[in-house]
Structure formats: C-alpha cells, structure tokens
C-alpha cells in the first residue's frame, strides 16, 4: 500500500528557509503525480505545488511562486519542497499527497501523508 511521511517542519523566522522531505513507498513505477498541500488553521485546505517523479511538469501556486521550488528524487523515493523568503502567511500544516492524473484539486488526490507543522514567527 503507499505510505507517504514528511518530514522536515519547523519554527523559523520570516526572511528564513526550510525544506520539507516526503518518503514514499508502495508506489509501483512512477505513475503517481506528487503534490504539496497547506492548511492553515480555520482555513481550507490549498494546494502549493506539484510534479512528476520524473521532475517534470512543476506547477506552483501564485502565492509561492518563485520563493518554493519542488522537486524529486525517484532513486530515493523521496519529493521535496524547498521554501525559501518565508513569511508568517505561510504558517500551516504542509501535507504530501499522490495523485494518478495532473489536477490541482485535493479532493482528486488518492493518498495523503500525516502531515509537517511549519510555523513561520514575524
């Protein structure tokens, strides 16, 4: 069955960076479409950024475009999300998530990891 786990939350000041790691498993070949997705609290799930396990086919949210950059490593099964000028508004649980078609939508993603608390102070 695929697993998906993140790692790499944290508390850090506006201005600074952290990089995000999601460990996947049970995912035969490389079909799956991975994405990042956010929650802040009292606020609906949004997606921040996707892409192919192949590297390809990256697509970001206006909101994190030019400052996120997502990426993967198929050999080690692993996505990452590289955040860079982080601002308190990027405060939020940051999730991974699978998908077998391009789609922007959460409610189209098959699988969900538990979830990355990044807390960014002002």
């Known amino acids: 069955q695929v697993q998906l786990v993140e790692s790499g939350g944290g508390l850090v000041q506006a201005g600074g960076s952290l990089r995000l790691s999601c460990a996947a498993s049970?995912?035969?070949?490389?079909?799956?479409?991975m994405a990042w997705f956010r929650q802040a609290a009292g606020k609906e799930r949004e997606f921040v950024a996707r892409?192919?396990?192949?590297?390809?086919?990256?697509y970001y949210a206006d909101s994190v475009k030019g400052r996120f950059t997502i990426s993967t490593d198929y050999a080690k099964n692993t996505v990452y999300l590289q955040m860079n000028s982080l601002k308190p508004e990027d405060t939020a649980v940051y999730y991974c998530?699978?998908?077998?078609?391009?789609?922007?939508?959460?409610?189209?993603?098959?699988?969900w990891g538990q979830g990355t608390q990044v807390t960014i102070s002002s």
């Open positions: 049970g995912m035969a070949g490389s079909r799956y479409k």
């Open positions: 998530a699978a998908a077998g078609a391009w789609t922007i939508a959460a409610t189209n993603y098959d699988y």
């Open positions: 892409i192919s396990w192949s590297g390809g086919g990256t």
